[in-house]
């Protein structure tokens, strides 16, 4: 037999992963069952090859998903539901969008909670679209019904992050204190990770920012800042040009 090459072994890697999930998993709903197929695909590349190389699996989709998401921003309205996860029909949404989805989630409520929440799941049961939410939202103590109908009752577009300000401060003991305000400026919110860059590392942070909303993170750092970068691309961004700040140096 000759050997799988590196691209075909990946190919068929994915496929034997959208595969599974659809033997294991049964759902009358697309963006479950799809959706679920199509993370377990960005799960696998994670495994293989790290986070980083999934997300950037994951932005093969989001191109797809971002025209879809501009050809409904104008007005809404009825397309807020017409176009929401639990009733469309486009395969950009139903697949794509809820990759996305179930990748949020899994970092929002961890993987252990999610695991448990997919585990008592029952098609016989999912008779109203909050079942599957109601779920999830059972096996963590967090308010996540903000999320759900933004992405998944309602299609309420997608955020955009933009950090407005960042204010560092060295301390006493020598470490620095920064403060940053993150604006989403769209319709659409979520938690984004907030990465840090200052000499000799990176600190990453989560953000809960709300759809025309702000939040306020102060982080402490070994080192004086040098850039923040909000998103590492797991959160799908209308615009992602404005997603990076150069950090003025402290006074000494």
């Keep these: 037999m000759t050997p799988l090459s590196g691209t075909d072994a990946t190919g068929a890697g994915l496929a034997l992963a959208h595969q599974l999930t659809h033997a294991s998993f049964l759902s009358f709903r697309p963006w479950i069952e799809e959706g679920l197929a199509h993370f377990a695909q960005a799960l696998y590349i994670e495994q293989a090859n790290g986070r980083a190389a999934a997300i950037a699996y994951m932005g093969l989709h989001r191109s797809a998903l971002n025209q879809v998401e501009v050809q409904t921003t104008v007005p809404r309205s009825d397309d807020e539901v017409n176009h929401s996860l639990v009733n469309t029909t486009s395969e950009e949404l139903y697949r794509s969008k809820a990759m996305c989805v179930w990748w949020m989630l899994r970092d929002m409520v961890g993987e252990t909670a999610l695991k448990k929440a997919l585990a008592s799941y029952s098609p016989e049961q999912d008779k109203e679209p909050s079942y599957m939410p109601r779920l999830i939202a059972a096996q963590t103590q967090r308010d996540l019904e903000w999320f759900f109908d933004d992405w998944v009752y309602r299609d309420r577009g997608l955020p955009d992050f933009k950090v407005e300000s960042a204010f560092s401060r060295k301390t006493m003991s020598g470490s620095f204190m920064l403060t940053i305000t993150v604006a989403n400026l769209d319709t659409a919110g979520a938690e984004v990770p907030v990465i840090v860059k200052f000499t000799g590392g990176e600190i990453m942070r989560r953000l809960e920012v709300r759809a025309k909303n702000k ?9 004086a800042p040098t850039e923040i970068v909000v998103n ?12 990076a700040f150069k950090v003025e140096s402290a006074e000494k």
């Design 232 to 243: 590492d691309g797991s959160v799908p961004e209308s615009d992602m040009t404005n997603d």
């Design 215 to 223: 939040a306020v993170t102060r982080i402490e750092l070994p080192a």
